[in-house]
């Protein structure tokens, strides 16, 4: 059965650091790109990062560049956000997604159209 699941979310005060993880079942994360979103209340979702099927290729949308990291670890079959310096604006579930559909190992998109399995989110609030 192919799953995503999003965990890792959670409260946190302005300033602080979270690392949401993404765990597969049922789909190699090697094999796809994967993305994080986000998507706040009364706001479309959002693409805030991603990672190529090789690996060495990533992006991320202008408001977390140098805040956010991706990773994955091929072992555990995980892909990673590690978010420092959170700001209340990046208060939304985020979500995890995988692009079954791209075939080109070394780019991937931070729009939800090529991504068309998504796991269930987890909730991060950023707020003193």
């Known amino acids: 059965q192919l799953q995503l699941v999003e965990s890792g979310g959670g409260l946190v005060q302005p300033g602080g650091s979270l690392r949401l993880s993404c765990v597969a079942t049922?789909?190699?994360?090697?094999?796809?790109?994967i993305g994080w979103f986000r998507q706040a209340p009364g706001k479309e979702r959002e693409g805030v990062s991603c990672?190529?099927?090789?690996?060495?290729?990533?992006n991320y949308t202008d408001s977390v560049k140098g805040r956010f990291a991706i990773s994955r670890d091929i072992t555990k079959n995980t892909v990673y956000l590690q978010m420092n310096g959170l700001k209340p604006e990046d208060t939304a579930v985020y979500y995890c997604?995988?692009?079954?559909?791209?075939?080109?190992?070394?780019?991937?998109?931070?729009?939800?159209?090529?991504?068309?399995?998504w796991g269930q989110g987890t909730q991060v609030t950023v707020s003193s």
């Open positions: 997604a995988a692009d079954r559909l791209t075939t080109e190992k070394t780019v991937c998109m931070i729009t939800p159209k090529p991504y068309d399995y």
């Open positions: 049922g789909l190699i994360v090697e094999h796809y790109g």
């Open positions: 990672i190529s099927i090789s690996g060495g290729s990533t």
